[in-house]
């Protein structure tokens, strides 16, 4: 299980102190006897200042993804290997973030209940994305049908919240099984240019072949296939760019792979 504790409201703190502890581990201390001069210092990558997660709930039949969207620019994912414990992702990212202080805006399907500490932006959507709720209130005319029924129009929208609101963090769940590639795309388009870091993931079907995938894009983002990501490493790759806690114990290792200036000599 990975750690759901808050050490610290303030990610770029965090992202400081961890970056500062690595250093001291990977190059102030050798390992079985090797100089420190030899080692290599792992770096936080770049990210955006909001981040966004994206889970695709129904995984569909297309096996296109994620080869498929790493023609995008400044995207980088891989399928998921190995057996993965069942557990919901999207809400442990959403309590960890919340218990941190960030403020989120987050997109879930009616009946889905959410509460927090902040006064986080929700809008609950039915099975087309047309909203049916939303706290606190919004001017009726950003919940048009016309701005939330096409999976893509539904993003720009999105994204037209996110530079009003300024959240820290967006959560998104996006019901039907459509419009991977395309929804991927947008925000390779779109996120570098407003500082945003966005991931995107469908699960891995229990006692299926469907393995599942995980992607990055956006901001600080290289393209590449990951390869030996697991579910629990690419949540620790979120939490890491969030400026979140994550812990390698009791989670998984960070997809570094993903992101430029990952290493330094």
């Given at each position: 299980?990975?750690?759901?504790?808050?050490?610290?409201?303030?990610?770029?703190?965090?992202?400081?102190?961890?970056?500062?502890?690595?250093?001291?581990?990977?190059?102030?201390?050798?390992?079985?006897?090797?100089?420190?001069?030899?080692?290599?210092?792992?770096?936080?990558?770049?990210?955006?200042?909001?981040?966004?997660?994206i889970q695709f709930q129904d995984p569909g039949t297309d096996n296109t993804m994620p080869e498929a969207a790493l023609g995008l620019a400044s995207t980088s994912g891989g399928r998921f290997h190995g057996a993965s414990e069942s557990i919901d992702c999207f809400r442990m990212i959403?309590?960890?973030?919340?218990?941190?202080?960030?403020?989120?805006?987050?997109?879930?399907?009616?009946?889905?209940?959410?509460?927090?500490?902040?006064?986080?932006?929700?809008?609950?959507?039915?099975?087309?994305?047309?909203?049916?709720?939303?706290?606190?209130?919004?001017?009726?005319?950003?919940?048009?049908?016309?701005?939330?029924?096409?999976?893509?129009?539904?993003?720009?929208?999105?994204?037209?919240?996110?530079?009003?609101?300024?959240?820290?963090?967006?959560?998104?769940?996006?019901?039907?099984?459509?419009?991977?590639?395309?929804?991927?795309?947008?925000?390779?388009?779109?996120?570098?240019?407003?500082?945003?870091?966005?991931?995107?993931?469908?699960?891995?079907?229990?006692?299926?072949?469907?393995?599942?995938?995980?992607?990055?894009?956006?901001?600080?983002?290289?393209?590449?296939?990951?390869?030996?990501?697991?579910?629990?490493?690419?949540?620790?790759?979120?939490?890491?760019?969030?400026?979140?806690?994550?812990?390698?114990?009791?989670?998984?290792?960070?997809?570094?792979?993903?992101?430029?200036?990952?290493?330094?000599?």
């Open positions: 299980m990975i750690n759901q504790s808050a050490r610290c409201k303030t990610g770029h703190f965090f992202q400081g102190a961890i970056f500062f502890l690595l250093i001291l581990i990977m190059i102030g201390v050798g390992c079985n006897g090797e100089p420190a001069s030899s080692r290599r210092a792992f770096q936080l990558p770049e990210s955006g200042a909001t981040t966004i997660l959403a309590s960890q973030a919340d218990s941190a202080g960030k403020l989120l805006f987050v997109i879930i399907p009616e009946g889905e209940p959410f509460s927090g500490n902040r006064d986080h932006l929700v809008i609950w959507i039915d099975f087309r994305g047309i909203p049916v709720s939303v706290s606190p209130d919004l001017d009726s005319s950003l919940l048009a049908d016309s701005l939330w029924e096409n999976p893509i129009v539904r993003q720009q929208t999105i994204l037209d919240l996110v530079i009003f609101y300024k959240p820290d963090m967006v959560l998104q769940m996006i019901p039907d099984n459509t419009g991977y590639l395309d929804i991927t795309g947008f925000w390779s388009e779109h996120g570098a240019e407003n500082d945003i870091s966005t991931a995107l993931f469908s699960l891995p079907l229990e006692n299926a072949r469907y393995r599942g995938w995980g992607i990055f894009t956006g901001k600080g983002v290289k393209n590449n296939l990951i390869e030996g990501m697991d579910l629990p490493g690419f949540m620790a790759t979120f939490q890491m760019i969030s400026g979140m806690n994550w812990n390698t114990d009791e989670s998984g290792y960070p997809a570094m792979q993903a992101f430029y200036n990952t290493e330094t000599e």
